[in-house]
């Protein structure tokens, strides 16, 4: 069974419109983290935020804000008004702590594009 | 951004040639990763390090070998290149195991190998 499940293969929105990209993770751990990464045409994987099991406010950082649900095991990431530049394959991840390092599960990505 | 460079950043081989790609470091982080990326399949661990000279196998290390002599540098080896290891390889690189984020990795820019 997949550990990091993004539904979504591909979305493609107009210039300003907002935008959810689902996240669903499971694990038995306790304590683990859930990350969000974005893969821009360039091919970087750029890291975008970091959250540990315990914290289940969410945030918001400008236009990006992530929705933690443990109750669904979703880790949701919505854009508003969304732009050309956000064009990109967002990753979901989730990292269980293991005797000697951070294992981490990554989904298949959801490609997002942003037409003007 | 993390100090991280992958070298090379291209590179067009032919089946049954040994090839190395090196990543190499400036953060002092102790952990270092190889990932490859293919469609389809996300990203997928080979091997990994938890410190010089500690090295284990990931989910997909078949047909790789590994080494760290010194914290910066994490080398991966196609001992006997083939097409199937046609991919793109990132490393990764993290400072612990959990905790302040120390567990978040931070991507090289990736290398293209093309083996035909």
């Known amino acids: 069974a997949q550990k990091v499940t993004q539904a979504q293969t591909e979305i493609s929105v107009v210039e300003k419109e907002d935008v959810t990209l689902d996240c669903v993770y499971e694990?038995?751990?306790?304590?683990?983290?859930l990350f969000w990464y974005k893969q821009p045409p360039s091919g970087e994987l750029v890291f975008l935020i970091r959250r540990n099991s315990f914290d289940e406010q969410n945030e918001i950082s400008g236009r990006y804000s992530w929705n933690f649900q443990k109750s669904t095991s979703s880790f949701n990431f919505t854009i508003t008004a969304s732009q050309v530049v956000d064009s990109a394959v967002y990753f979901c991840?989730?990292?269980?702590?293991?005797?000697?390092?951070?294992?981490?599960?990554f989904g298949s990505g959801t490609k997002l594009n942003v037409k003007p | 951004d993390a100090g991280i460079t992958q070298s090379p950043r291209h590179k067009v081989t032919e089946t049954g040639t040994p090839v190395t790609l090196r990543c190499h470091q400036t953060e002092n982080h102790r952990y270092m990763y190889w990932y490859r990326q293919d469609p389809g399949h996300g990203l997928r661990l080979i091997h990994y390090s938890y410190g010089v000279k500690d090295t284990d196998k990931g989910e997909v290390s078949d047909g790789y070998s590994v080494s760290r002599s010194k914290t910066e540098d994490f080398l991966l080896t196609l001992e006997s290149a083939t097409s199937s290891q046609t991919s793109v390889y990132f490393c990764?690189?993290?400072?612990?195991?959990?905790?302040?984020?120390?567990?978040?990795?931070?991507f090289g820019p990736g290398t293209r190998l093309l083996v035909l």
């Open positions: 990764a690189i993290s400072d612990g195991l959990a905790g302040e984020g120390t567990e978040t990795q931070y």
């Open positions: 991840a989730l990292s269980e702590e293991r005797y000697n390092f951070n294992k981490f599960y």
């Open positions: 694990t038995r751990d306790t304590t683990y983290y």
